[in-house]
């Protein structure tokens, strides 16, 4: 069945750096890709998604990046402050029969360390 | 705000009861996700439906039942509740779920379940 792999699960950077999260996926046929935000007590929170039809998205400090050839996909956060702190999970989307599933990775806890 | 409203938050029973959770999706959404997410297991799909019916299936287990009514907010049915059901539980919520095109889900706050 569909399998997304996540990397790293905890990743620190200092206030300021970039932090990089990966993601791989199994099925070829997947072709959307969100990225969503957990702090802690709350819901996940979706940041940004990416389509197969586009290779890189950016939303401020945030850019997505997608290689459907090697099946994989990345979150870039630059310029990193205390409040990106949180677990971040990436979903690939699957269909069957018409109907839609969002398949998570493991997650990556997130710490900006002041 | 997401806009799904999940209720209770938090809801403490016992081994062998029932409870019930409750989702109000967006407005003018029609397909209802729900997900487990326990510490070791990550965010696990457990049920889909989309305007009433039922969608898609993932790792729900027999003692767990969904539906989706009328006015389309779902509930999600857990029976003779042992230890390891103890998880947060999310519904999240999409314009339509079917068809070409994967909608964003979007989540709700989520129920906490602690079965002691």
């Known amino acids: 069945g569909e399998n997304v792999e996540q990397h790293p699960s905890t990743l620190s950077v200092q206030e300021g750096d970039s932090a990089v999260i990966k993601c791989t996926y199994s099925d070829s046929a997947s072709n959307y890709f969100p990225w969503y935000k957990q702090e802690l007590g709350k819901g996940p929170q979706l940041i940004i998604d990416?389509?197969?039809?586009?290779g890189e998205k950016k939303d401020q400090r945030i850019a997505v990046t997608l290689n459907k050839t090697a099946k994989h996909f990345s979150l870039h956060i630059t310029e990193t402050q205390p409040e990106d702190s949180a677990v971040y999970f990436c979903?690939?989307?699957?269909?069957?029969?018409?109907?839609?599933?969002?398949?998570f990775g493991q997650g990556t806890r997130l710490t900006i360390n002041p | 705000d997401s806009g799904v409203t999940q209720t209770p938050k938090h809801l403490i029973t016992a081994t062998g009861q029932r409870v019930t959770l409750r989702c109000s999706p967006r407005s003018g959404d029609l397909s209802v996700y729900w997900y487990q997410q326990s510490l070791d297991q990550g965010l696990q799909f457990l049920i889909q439906y989309y305007n009433g019916e039922e969608r898609a299936k993932g790792n729900i287990l027999e003692r767990f039942s969904a539906q989706q009514f009328p006015d389309l907010h779902s509930e999600l049915n857990l029976s003779s509740l042992e230890l390891g059901d103890s998880a947060l539980y999310f519904c999240a919520s999409s314009h339509s779920g079917s068809g070409g095109r994967t909608d964003t889900q979007y989540f709700g706050p989520g129920t906490r379940l602690t079965v002691l």
């Open positions: 979903a690939a989307s699957y269909q069957i029969q018409g109907a839609q599933k969002l398949v």
């Open positions: 990416i389509r197969s039809n586009v």
